[in-house]
C-alpha cells in the first residue's frame, strides 16, 4: 500500500511511564520538556497517549495515539503542553488495554464536535492478565460509550490509511520465532477464554520523504520487529527513520532482549525511541546495544523526523 511522502513528522509523548529531567535532548531531532517552563507540572503514569503532527504540502494533520490509562495525565498533560482538545483530527487506538483508552471517552466528551476514532475490530473484545499476584479484568473498551461521546468509529482488520497520510498495519503477520505472545493475557470470545495474540495490536506508520518510515506502536505485543518488518512489507518502504513506543520485553527474559536487539540491529533505524512497557532491564540492554540512537521516551519529549 503505497504512502505519502510527508514533509515531516513530529511525535510529542503526551502521557508514558517515565518524566526524568535528566535524560538529554538532541536539538532539532529530539527534545525534551524544561521544568520549570511549563504551564503547570506534567505527570508520568502506567499509560501511553502520543500527539502526532504531519506535515504534507503546507498542510498540518493532528493525530492522538492512545489515551493514557485515565483523564487526569492526559487532560493535565495536554493543558500543560499548550494543546487543545479540539486540535486532534483523528483518534487511533494501538489495542484493546485499558492503560490506552482509559481516557478516551472523557477525551471524546470535550470535545465541540464528532471525531473519526480508528480501532481494531477485536479490540473491543474483553480482556484479561493472569499475573503472580492472581487475574486482572476482564476489561472492555466501551465501544457504545465511545460512540455516543461522538466517535466516528472507523474498525479494521487489515490496513488502513489515516487522513489519507498515515497507515495502520492491521492484524500484524508474524515473521520472527522468538516473538511470541506471553502466557499471561487472556481474551473471551463468545463466552470461551483463550489465550490472546493480539490479533488487535497494530502500529501507525508514516513515511517521511527521504527519511523512510516513522513507526509507533503502544505496546508491540505482536514483537516490535515483527511490527517493523510487516510494517515495510505493506509498505514497500525499507529505510527506517523512527521507531517510538512500548516493547514489552523485559517480562519475556534476557533471550527475548537479545533476539529483538539483534533484529533491530538487522533493520538499521535511524532512531529508537522506548518507554511504557519494556521495562527496565531491557531499557539499560537496549541503551547498551544502541549507545549513538536509542533514547528514553519521556512524557514531554518532541521527536522531529524532518525530511531531506
Request: proline fraction near 7%; aromatic fraction near 6%; charged fraction near 15%.
Amino acid at each position: 500500500m503505497k504512502l505519502p511522502a510527508l514533509q515531516s513528522v513530529t511525535v510529542e509523548i503526551l502521557v508514558d511511564n517515565f518524566f526524568d529531567v535528566f535524560e538529554p535532548s538532541r536539538p532539532g531531532i529530539v527534545e525534551r520538556a524544561a521544568p520549570g517552563q511549563l504551564k503547570q507540572p506534567l505527570l508520568a503514569a502506567h499509560g501511553l497517549a502520543f500527539f502526532i503532527t504531519l506535515q504534507r504540502d503546507g498542510q498540518s494533520s493532528r493525530i492522538l495515539l492512545d489515551a493514557a490509562n485515565s483523564p487526569l495525565p492526559l487532560f493535565n498533560n495536554l493543558q500543560a503542553l499548550e494543546h487543545r482538545v479540539d486540535d486532534i483530527d483523528a483518534v487511533v487506538l494501538s489495542h484493546g488495554h485499558p492503560d490506552h483508552y482509559g481516557g478516551l471517552v472523557a477525551f471524546l466528551g470535550q470535545r465541540t464536535s464528532g471525531l473519526p476514532v480508528y480501532a481494531h475490530k477485536e479490540s473491543s473484545l474483553p480482556k484479561l492478565l493472569i499475573t503472580p499476584r492472581g487475574r486482572l479484568g476482564p476489561w472492555t473498551l466501551p465501544r457504545q460509550d465511545l460512540i455516543n461521546a461522538g466517535a466516528l468509529l472507523h474498525e479494521n482488520i487489515g490496513p488502513e490509511m489515516i487522513l489519507g497520510q498515515a497507515l495502520l498495519t492491521g492484524t500484524v503477520e508474524p515473521s520472527t520465532p522468538y516473538e511470541t505472545p506471553l502466557p499471561g493475557p487472556k481474551r473471551i470470545v463468545a463466552g470461551q477464554e483463550e489465550h490472546d495474540h493480539f490479533l488487535d495490536e497494530q502500529a501507525l506508520v508514516m513515511n517521511v520523504e527521504g527519511r523512510g518510515l516513522v513507526i509507533v506502536g503502544g505496546c508491540s505485543h505482536p514483537g516490535i520487529v515483527n511490527m517493523v518488518k510487516y510494517s515495510q512489507k505493506i509498505t514497500g518502504v525499507k529505510q527506517v527513520a523512527a521507531i517510538i513506543g512500548g516493547f514489552h520485553l523485559t517480562a519475556g527474559g534476557d533471550d527475548l532482549i537479545k533476539q529483538t536487539i539483534a533484529g533491530l540491529k538487522e533493520i538499521a533505524p535511524e532512531l529508537i525511541i522506548a518507554g511504557h512497557c519494556t521495562g527496565f532491564r531491557a531499557l539499560t540492554k537496549l541503551a547498551a546495544a544502541f549507545p549513538d540512537n536509542f533514547m528514553v521516551s519521556c512524557v514531554g519529549t518532541k521527536v522531529y523526523i524532518m525530511g531531506g
